[in-house]
């Protein structure tokens, strides 16, 4: 299985920010760990010289006794805490009494010890000769609620390390997402037919830069292949245009020559299927041109309800004469939207030529324009035969005519000048069941600030 | 219903200039002219065609777009610059929306896509020599023989008779009317009338003439639309 990539900006950001903040608190943990196993020792390291202090020559119980009231009243070591016992456990010197009873050795004790004025401190007890005990208690907070403290004061500096993070991250993110803005933007112009866009390049050694210039670099060898693409479809149209042009003359003169009466009708029918020819090089030529996107110089912003209402004026006799009925949009209120009119007019007439051609007599053909959110929808459709969905793709294809329509007239260009038309747009056209039927959806955005 | 032999109502004898650089194009078109009777010269690039103008002044200039030395364009740019007035109709062999746009916005007259009938380019340049000799009678009320059309009022009399039609039937009839006894090609109706840069593959235009051939019928009255074979239609004058 491959492993997943983090694609969002946002998602690495926050990872790296969480990561970080588990790192220091980890960290902070450690410290503080750290810092009371350095305290305790030190801790230890003074009960222990105390005690070393006090059992020096191995002295017996009053001769310890007055030695821990001498200790207690010094003020090295007024803050340890003394306790002499005999070997019954009664209490024979000392200045504290803990609740419970310490275990031998080093030990922890808590402020449930009972000893005023200890919250936290480390207790030294040792067996006598006698059978005695004798302890020692020091604190190991210097100061009152130092643990509270340390602890504010971990949480403080914690704070700021990860404010500090954040507002880095944030900072962190717009500049990438500036920089990568920037390239997608070029990137989305260029998608859109404007060969010209590319991405600013501000210091040309920089990571981002760099890329810039190796992005750049692409777009300029894109734009070079399109410009020679065109050429070549621009040469291919003028040189094989120009001879069917001289043919299409001459086989017109032909028919027109009195003395080829004979033949005329055969002549007129090389005309008409020249003149079909010449109608397909039309359409691809137009779409080439239309894909090139040489014509956003053309966009204007337009009603296209207005627009297919005027269309369906200009087509309602045409499809009725052909036996169809034909249902024309409702204008109910503008539909705005930025574009080509020319084009749409191109790719409406087609949709619904196409509707006409593809359709038997008797079969009802509706054009409709509606706004649907913040997009304008343009609808085509009949309750004709229809397209299987699994040919919906082929029949959006430059050339990918269906066999049953193989026969007819037309050369099956409209759907794709048509989807032409809206990619142009930024827009989609879809084929969908209209049961019984085909609908064909023509939807792109409304013009900025149309939309309500 | 009127059937016309194509080419029978021939334009004057004009001077023209062609200028195009395929050979046997400009040979084909050239003679075809002639035959009508014009007096035709034709040269092979830009730089011979300015030469051409200002040698001498010619009633219509056939420009190719695309032209060896000086592109056609910028050949048209250039004498209009300097003041020449002759109507131009640009020839193309690609039809590109932006391209005609350019020409248009340059001067040209009308601009015309190779391959075309030569009935279709006598169309045109009827068409265009009229437009320069009585220029803009679009909103008054049009007059041909015993109808009349005004467009701005929607209202349409035959022979003092008032007819009903639909929008673009009134507009395809005031089209007929304006530029009544000349031949207006199916390509220029539908410029025109319905303001397609394309081409439909439906016969939009033969339909609504036949619509508006039976709302203008009237006993005894002649039909007054002429179809001119294998070009378009004309409206007797």
């Known amino acids: ?452 | 219903m009127s059937v016309l032999a194509p080419s029978v109502t021939p334009l004057p004898a004009l001077q023209i200039l062609v200028v195009e650089d395929d050979a046997e194009l400009r040979a084909q078109l050239s003679a075809q002219l002639q035959a009508q009777g014009h007096a035709v010269v034709a040269v092979e690039d830009g730089r011979a065609a300015i030469t051409a103008l200002a040698e001498a002044s010619y009633d219509v200039l056939l420009l190719d777009r695309m032209l060896p030395t000086v592109d056609g364009v910028e050949v048209l740019r250039r004498i209009r610059a300097e003041g020449v007035e002759t109507p131009v109709i640009l020839l193309t062999a690609l039809g590109l929306t932006q391209e005609r746009v350019e020409g248009l916005d340059a001067g040209a007259d009308d601009y015309l896509v190779k391959p075309f009938e030569l009935d279709e380019l006598n169309a045109r340049i009827r068409a265009v020599l009229r437009r320069r000799a009585a220029p803009s009678a679009d909103n008054a009320t049009l007059t041909a023989g015993d109808v009349t059309v005004s467009v701005l009022r929607h209202r349409v009399t035959r022979a003092g008779k008032s007819i009903e039609l639909q929008k673009t039937e009134l507009k395809l009839l005031a089209e007929l009317v304006r530029e009544a006894g000349s031949v207006l090609s199916r390509k220029m109706l539908i410029e025109r009338v319905w303001g397609y840069d394309f081409v439909p593959a439906t016969n939009i235009v033969d339909v609504h003439i036949l619509k508006l051939r039976q709302r203008l019928e009237m006993p005894g009255l002649p039909d007054p639309i002429v179809t001119v074979r294998g070009v378009g239609y004309m409206f007797r004058a």
């Open chain 1, 1 to 452: 299985m491959p492993r997943r990539r983090l694609r969002s900006l946002g998602t690495i950001a926050i990872g790296f920010a969480l990561a970080l903040s588990a790192a220091i608190a980890l960290a902070g943990i450690g410290v503080y760990v750290a810092l009371i196993d350095v305290i305790d020792r030190q801790v230890d390291l003074r009960l222990q010289a105390e005690a070393h202090e006090l059992l020096e020559g191995t002295p017996g119980p009053a001769l310890l006794a007055s030695r821990i009231a001498r200790e207690s009243s010094e003020r090295e070591s007024a803050d340890i805490g003394f306790l002499l016992r005999d070997a019954k456990g009664a209490t024979i010197a000392g200045n504290i009494a803990p609740t419970h009873s310490l275990p031998l050795g080093f030990s922890t004790v808590h402020h449930d010890a009972g000893i005023s004025g200890l919250s936290r401190g480390r207790a030294w007890k040792t067996q006598l000769a006698d059978g005695g005990t004798l302890a020692l208690v020091a604190e190991s907070e210097p100061i009152e609620r130092h643990d509270r403290n340390r602890l504010r004061i971990l949480a403080i500096g914690f704070g700021a390390v990860v404010a500090l993070l954040l507002l880095g991250t944030v900072a962190l993110i717009r500049a990438i997402g500036t920089n990568i803005a920037a390239i997608a933007s070029a990137a989305d112009a260029i998608s859109h037919g404007d060969l010209r866009a590319r991405v600013p390049v501000d210091q040309p050694r920089s990571a981002f830069g760099g890329l810039a210039v190796t992005f750049n670099r692409m777009l300029d060898r894109i734009g070079e292949l399109v410009a020679s693409m065109r050429g070549i479809s621009n040469d291919v149209a003028h040189d094989l245009r120009t001879p069917l042009a001289r043919l299409h003359g001459r086989l017109a003169a032909l028919a027109a020559d009195p003395a080829a009466a004979p033949v005329r009708h055969e002549l007129e029918a090389a005309v008409a299927e020249s003149d079909e020819i010449l109608a397909i090089f039309a359409a691809i030529l137009r779409i080439s041109e239309i894909e090139a996107g040489q014509r956003q110089a053309g966009f204007e912003t337009f009603d296209l309800a207005a627009l297919a209402a005027d269309i369906a004026e200009g087509l309602q006799l045409m499809v009725t004469e052909s036996d169809r009925a034909f249902v024309a949009p409702t204008a109910r209120e503008p539909v705005i939207v930025e574009g080509d009119p020319r084009l749409f007019t191109q790719a409406i007439v087609n949709l619904i030529e196409n509707a006409v051609t593809h359709t038997p007599p008797g079969t009802t053909i509706r054009l409709d324009v509606q706004r649907d959110g913040t997009s304008a929808l343009l609808v085509v459709e009949d309750d004709g035969p229809g397209i299987p969905p699994n040919e919906h793709e082929r029949a959006l294809r430059r050339f990918g005519r269906l066999d049953a329509s193989r026969h007819t007239r037309g050369h099956g260009l409209g759907l794709p000048l048509a989807v032409a038309v809206a990619r142009m747009h930024r827009g989609s056209l879809a084929l969908q069941d209209a049961q019984p039927g085909l609908r064909v959806a023509l939807r792109l955005s409304l013009a900025p600030g149309c939309s309500s």
